[in-house]
């Protein structure tokens, strides 16, 4: 069974762009979750997605932003990028059905100049 | 919201010792506990989880133990290995509330075990 994925693996940007990063779940989960890594720091929750609707949002500003397809695989809108945004944004996907357990890609690593 | 504090922020034993790794969360509602290992440069991934309705739980060298009146729960390994060197994180969330789906992670432990 393959994992989630995640494309690219590194984008660098330039205050004021805008990133678009890419997430596949694992074949059958429904929900994805974003969560972005600052050096040095845990994971913050960003985004839930679930059966292409948008479920849930962290303590972000709506700046970021995505979208489920109905394939399920989702995309992470940043717009006016910022240097803080620099981090790794990881994504996660679950089985919906009696389990719990988030299984996470690889990571998309952000660097803002 | 849920707020999960982590300590310590680094550990370092040696390699057989025992290594622990303490959580609080302060939103009663959560019930479910999950723990992540992050390799350097690797994805995290869950090692152990625990739900609200048991206080232990352990697979092999690895156990969470969770005391909910206190809400607190702590991993304990065992027999530690140089390849358990990692970071730790620890989360919590309440599954089925509405805040379904939002993991609030612990700041991380970095695991050092010495040879």
């Known amino acids: 069974e393959a994992g989630v994925t995640q494309s690219p693996t590194h984008l660098i940007k330039t205050r004021g762009q805008q990133a678009t990063l890419r997430c596949s779940p694992i074949?059958?989960?429904?929900?994805v979750y974003w969560y972005q890594q600052a050096l040095g720091l845990g994971l913050q929750f960003l985004l839930w997605?679930?059966?292409?609707?948008?479920?849930n949002r962290g303590n972000f500003p709506p700046r970021f932003s995505g979208r489920q397809f109905p394939n399920y695989s989702s995309e992470l809108n940043v717009n006016a990028l910022e240097l803080e945004d620099s981090a790794l944004y990881l994504c996660?996907?679950?089985?919906?059905?009696?389990?719990?357990?988030?299984?996470f890609g690889p990571g998309t690593r952000l660097t803002v100049l | 919201g849920e707020n999960v504090e982590q300590h310590p922020s680094t550990l370092s034993v040696q390699e057989g010792d025992s290594a622990v790794i303490k959580c609080t969360y302060s939103?009663?509602?959560?019930?479910?506990f999950p723990w992540y290992k992050q390799e350097l440069g690797k994805r995290p991934q869950l090692i152990i989880d625990?739900?609200?309705?048991?206080g232990e739980k352990k697979d092999q060298r690895i156990a969470v133990t969770l005391n909910k009146t206190a809400k607190h729960f702590s991993l304990h390994i065992t027999e530690t290995q140089p390849e358990d060197s990692a970071v730790y994180f620890c989360?919590?969330?309440?599954?089925?509330?509405?805040?379904?789906?939002?993991?609030?992670f612990g700041q991380g432990t970095i695991l050092t075990v010495h040879p």
């Open positions: 996660a996907s679950r089985d919906k059905r009696g389990r719990d357990t988030q299984y």
């Open positions: 074949s059958g989960h429904t929900s």
């Open positions: 997605y679930d059966e292409g609707e948008e479920r």
């Open positions: 939103d009663s509602a959560s019930n479910y």
């Open positions: 625990i739900r609200s309705n048991v």
């Open positions: 989360a919590a969330t309440n599954a089925g509330g509405t805040s379904y789906g939002k993991l609030t």
